[in-house]
């Protein structure tokens, strides 16, 4: 796309990215391939020189990971991204390129189940170490950091607690104190319609591409997004060698398709789940709901300094044993008890036993994780229609 940098957010959701097609097809072709046709073999040392437009293995490249790369380096204002097979795929790709054994990772402590459970509970076999802090507050980073530190990585807001981290205030910390650490932001709740991290001062986005950017429920994806140099590492050395977690062409079609209406979506989705947490809010059953829209919710003021909007997931605890929770989020109709988010339809979850049950009991205290909470991923059905659902089942 001509003048890409000076374009808004939806022109550049639908049309970044996008190659003029030799066949005239207006959305991108699914290259469904898995390798490419040489001219010839190479020779004398000049490989690849058969393969004129760079392609030579999907797990290397391929035109349609190319087009939804471009689109997401786009929307995340960074310079290149790099697809792969899942979140958990991403994530795990950027931190083995980057850390070798006797470096270490600050993290913060309430993280999706598996990226903490990746850094807690794995990485030590391999001599790395982690260790897990409450970024709110600036102290506990600044004490954390040492010479060994290579990665500081959090989310925001926070899965499942939509704890809410100020961005700019932590990459500026690390930074000053080493500006080779690379500061990580996962900004799979958010989505780059909402916020940011490059701009705010991030060296590195990753992303469950499963979630909003898809946002039809129907694909496990992931991106790393960030400087040329680096998201060439990940593909030559992190897909290519380490982990092998490569898109498919079929879901890099699927979330490309997803993407053009990001903005839409995302904006329904925090319509839908301001008009859900202000009712659960004035509800008797509920005792403390999770929503950082909420001028009295910790990190209101950061969010909204840092968010477009407050996003589209609430979490709750209610006045009720578990038992009582189960089954009253059991007798739910419209809503789906699933685990995933940012889809279409309401998701309604209890951490402690589904996404964060690689967190112990301990470890689930230690990042506010609620035993009882109930996580609420607010989809785009009527809101009305989402509230009389949680209404029936309510006890008054
Ligand atoms: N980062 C965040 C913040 C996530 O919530 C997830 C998945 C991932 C990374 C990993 O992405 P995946 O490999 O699944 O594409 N979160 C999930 C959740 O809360 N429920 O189910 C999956």
Redesign the pocket.
Known sequence: MKNEHHRGFATRQIHAGKEKNPKGALSTPIYQTSTFEFDSVAHGGACFAGEEHGYIYTRLGNPSLEAVEKKVASLEGGHAALAAA????A?STVLWTLLSSGDEVVADET??G??FSLLAHQFGRFGITATFHDFTNPDNLNAALSEKTKIVYF?TPC??TLKIVDIKAIADAVHTYNPEIKVIV?N??SSPYLQTPLALGADIV??????YLNGHGDV???FIVGDENLIECCREIGVKDLTGAALSPFNAFLIERGLKTLDIRMEKHCSNAEKLAGYLRGHPAVTRIYYPGFEDFPGHEIAKKQMRRFGGMIAVEFAMSREETAAAINNLELCTIA???GDAETLV?QPAT??HSAYNADELKAAGIPESLV?ISVGLEDAEDIIADFDRVLPT
Request: charged content about 15%; overall charge negative; some cysteine.
């Open positions: 899942s979140g958990m795929g994530i993280l999706y598996c990226t989310e899965n499942p996962d799979t709740f990753v992303h469950s591409a499963t979630k496990i994806g992931g685990v995933s988010l979850e589904m996404t996580r």
